[in-house]
Every structure is written in C-alpha cells, then in structure tokens.
C-alpha cells in the first residue's frame, strides 16, 4: 500500500513536463540553473510551491486520519501503515523546500547580477 502511494505521489510529481524532482540535491540545482535566466527559474519555483501546497495537503490528511484511529488502536497495522505514510510525505516535503531554497537562492543571485 504504501508502495502504491510513493508511485502515486511520484507521479503527480513528474507529471506533464513539471520541473520538480526530489531526488535533485541543492549543489545539482545551482549547477542546472548556472546559464538560465529569472524567468524560468521563477517558474520552475512556481511548480515547487504547487507540489509543496499539495505535499502539505496530503500530510494534514493522512494527519486527520490518525487522529480518527482510537487510542486503543495505536499500536497496530493500520496506524503504523499511517504513521510510516506520514514520515514518507515529510522526508519528501523537505526535500522539496530544500530545492526550492536552492532555486530561491539563484533567482535571488540572479537579481544581485
């Protein structure tokens, strides 16, 4: 289940020629973004404050949904499988705002040029 959902979230991710990639590390952005100009780095923050609005969403979600399971209940599969959900989604949100820092970081180097 859990698999299912990281090839979920991946998906919406990568989707449609979207520039937001977790996987890059902040020292790979400012090497990408080196020759390119503040518009396209502006938007390639735009999608990474989209996919980080949609990131929060599902994590007040799968939040919400732990909250539902009785205290009694803590401890079993089911809110283990939430809880291991819920760590996936805040490994990847802070990823997420790390890149986008780094981009932030460039357009900001940019507007100093």
């Known amino acids: 289940m ?3 959902c990281a090839f979920v979230a991946a998906g919406m991710l ?5 520039s937001v990639d977790e996987n890059k590390t902040p020292e790979e952005i400012r090497q990408e973004i080196a020759d390119w100009d503040a518009a396209k780095i502006q ?3 735009d999608e990474y404050s989209r996919a ?3 990131k929060t969403s599902e994590l007040a979600a799968k939040t919400d949904e ?5 205290l ?3 401890l ?4 283990k499988g939430i809880q291991g959900d819920i760590a996936e989604i805040t490994k990847s949100l802070g990823k997420l705002k790390d890149n986008m820092a780094a981009y932030a970081e460039g357009l ?6």
């Open 76 to 79: 079993g599969d089911k809110a």
């Open 2 to 4: 859990t698999l299912a």
């Open 108 to 113: 900001k180097a940019k507007a100093g040029n």
């Open 52 to 54: 980080i609005a949609e």
């Open 14 to 18: 990568t989707g449609c020629g979207s």
């Open 66 to 70: 732990l909250k539902e399971i009785p």
């Open 72 to 74: 009694t209940e803590m």
């Open 43 to 45: 938007k390639v923050i």
